[in-house]
């Protein structure tokens, strides 16, 4: 993450703002991660709609990591939009795996990523006027 | 597309909102390709920005394309808040590209593909409350 | 496609060449499109190996047609491998698909997909001996 | 990876072999953030070449990474064929990188992350005929 430090610091974030990032960023690698993987096991256990959900789910994040990774495009509009879609994806999400976490590990375990990724999106989401105000030349 | 058709009349849509949802998985695959050109083409250009843009556009368009793409795991809200950031994101695009637009080709190839996908998506966003009445049991 | 035909016209590929790389990055991405919608359709029919496979082509097509389409960082060797792993990939899974075609018409059209993206990445791999000798300087 | 190993196991692959393929997993995923971070970041540097190679190597490393992560489908000639065209793209992408490694610090990580998961992808490549032996079940 050392280069991401870098960068972002050359779009006039701050210490805070950089550490939220950076923070959602690992978090939506995490989160695609336990989606695919929970995707795949879910055939197995019989479990479409939460397969289903998970293959998109996984989908969403690793766009949303790559938007963030990529600062010389940010636009603020479609940052705070594709933070609220990643939220609602990993909502819906959440709320599925979590019905099978009691019988399944893997559910549980994707279940917690996508709780994680919406605890990041929204502190990063929180953090977002003052990043407009203060890197408004590269946004 | 027939494929599609078929997979979308199990959840209970109705034929003006299969039709819409096909239009708008054609255009986000169509404009995937227009911005994944554009941001290769751009770099012979020195148009930073606009690479960087379209880069993102793309994933963000392969996102939701997918996420049409499987009926079986559809959430309604994430599916509002994810054509609300490829609205946002395409919007971008099309703006950065359009400026470029007299000049090289691909930017005005590309910037029309964003539009045609704004239009798509808008399409989709005014059905979707009926959808949500017609397909309650599988969204 | 036009913006792709001017793009390769610049890296000296004859008109052959490009339309038979044009025709893989369709069937690419008619290959991927396909699958997505098998892999999804597949759960609802308990079938969890074909849904598996169909997921990983649409990753594998998806990351093939991309690479095609940046033809700014071309490589020879890479291109050649990809072309050959995108051929294996499909190949495991029109033998998946091809099992439940009978049963399953989106297993039908998705094996079809696998076998004409077979056809056209092979035909372009054909080509390629010719390629690497009149565009040696970009590729 | 707690997840992974678990699922893993389930194939019939021995401890050695499970720590392989969870070291490729994990080269897999830094270097597509590496290329991701790189290509952004050329773009201010006016390297095109790098950037557009970093784009598709992010790609293909997503891609390779996804495939390990559904063992549900593997196929081994397709998994063969895959980590053949990563080492190729990663390659490739590494010589590139390599060339501005001196002016820039993301192109040294970068090529870093490239020679990392070029060595994973060897690991793993030379233990896949033991992999084959014990998996031949789920394979």
Do not use: F, K
């Not at 960068?7 to 006039?12: E, F, I, L, N, Q």
């Not at 600062?71 to 099978?100: F, K, N, Q, S, V």
């Not at 009691?102 to 994680?116: K, S, V």
Request: negative net charge.
């Amino acid at each position: 993450m050392g280069m991401m430090t870098q960068m972002m610091s050359a779009t006039g974030m701050d210490a805070e703002q950089m550490e939220l990032m950076e923070a959602c960023i690992e978090a939506c690698a995490a989160c695609e991660q336990a989606c695919v993987m929970c995707s795949d096991a879910d055939l197995g256990d019989g479990m479409m709609r939460c397969s289903s959900m998970c293959s998109t789910c996984a989908d969403v994040c690793n766009a949303m990591m790559r938007m963030m990774m990529r600062p010389t495009g940010w636009d603020m509009d479609a940052m705070t939009a594709m933070l609220r879609a990643t939220i609602a994806m990993c909502t819906a999400c959440a709320a599925e795996c979590g019905m099978h976490a009691d019988m399944h590990e893997h559910c549980a375990m994707c279940a917690q990523a996508c709780r994680d990724c919406i605890a990041a999106c929204e502190n990063l989401l929180a953090a977002m006027p003052a990043m407009a105000g203060s890197t408004a030349a590269s946004m």
